[in-house]
């Protein structure tokens, strides 16, 4: 490990950095050093910016994992190197807000049913029945389950914070039933061995290949059980602010984005021209 590599991480867990964000900065640096074959202790604010136009015009990265090269960058000149002024000038891009993807009630239980494997059945599961990210849902621990209050306790989720989401009658009991048969130790969907979670990767890949069985001509990962659990509720009559708390959202107007993609409150709204009343007969004019 290069000294500099070493201090970006020291002075990102003095920040208190979620762990793979820290793995995020540094990975994203690196790259930025091997493009030039130079530390970048060694580089300056052109070669910032040619990066950048690179990442754009022949990576042609997406809006996120451009953000996040960006954002490392900016956190490494400012905070690590205290070159500050190499990247106080550069921008981040306009961002392209997209709806998310919803699935419908018919969908989630059809997406269900071509699930195989049992235990990645209930890690989605729960991650739908209690809006939770993916990485939130891996790392639960047993003992998170509250079957006495029915909640479930979120750990650490984004921005390190704790939070406390709804447990569902119909997933405790589920829980039960895969709890006796898997008997996990500590953590609730173990990896390999019974103290690690499991690999995102796996449900990612879980995902795809139940979408496909499934016949659902939708793109899903397992955060579009999160936006399902939201959009669900909504449409059931859940409070805003209600979702807002149980997903860990830090501002409403996250929240509020679910209030664009409920088709069905869409559908129930009515039309200004519809409080006009029938329209009056036309004078045919003779």
């Known amino acids: 490990m290069t000294p500099l590599r070493k201090r970006m991480i020291e002075e990102m867990k003095l920040r208190n950095f979620a762990p793979k964000t820290i793995e995020l900065y540094v990975d994203n640096v690196a790259k930025f050093a091997r493009h030039f074959g130079k530390s970048p202790e060694l580089l300056g604010e052109e070669d910032v910016r040619q990066y950048l136009v690179y990442l754009v015009e022949e990576r042609k990265l997406a809006w996120g994992s451009y953000t996040q090269a960006l954002a490392a960058l900016r956190y490494l000149y400012r905070w690590v190197l205290k070159r500050g002024d190499i990247v106080r000038d550069i921008r981040g891009p306009q961002r392209v807000r997209r709806l998310p993807v919803v699935l419908s009630l018919d969908e989630v239980r059809r997406f269900f049913a071509e699930v195989v494997s049992y235990k990645h059945r209930m890690i989605l599961m729960t991650a739908y029945s209690a809006g939770l990210r993916v990485s939130e849902a891996v ?35 589920m829980l039960r039933h ?109």
Request: net charge positive; aromatic share 6%; charged share 20%.
């Open 139 to 173: 790392n639960l621990l047993v003992k998170d389950i509250d079957s006495e209050r029915m909640l479930i306790h979120v750990r650490q989720g984004k921005r390190n914070k704790d939070r406390y989401t709804v447990l569902s009658p119909v997933l405790w009991e």
């Open 178 to 286: 895969y709890c006796w048969a898997a008997r996990p130790v500590s953590y609730l969907f173990p990896g390999r061995s019974l103290h690690t979670p499991m690999n995102d990767s796996q449900v990612q890949r879980a995902c795809k290949e139940a979408q496909a069985n499934a016949g659902i001509d939708k793109e899903i990962t397992p955060h579009t059980f999160r936006h399902s659990f939201a959009t669900h509720l909504l449409e059931a009559g859940t409070d805003l602010r209600v979702i807002q708390v149980l997903l860990g959202h830090s501002s409403p107007q996250t929240t509020a984005l679910y209030t664009r993609v409920s088709t069905k409150l869409i559908g129930r709204t009515r039309s200004p021209l519809d409080l006009l009343g029938p329209p009056a007969k036309a004078q045919v004019q003779g």
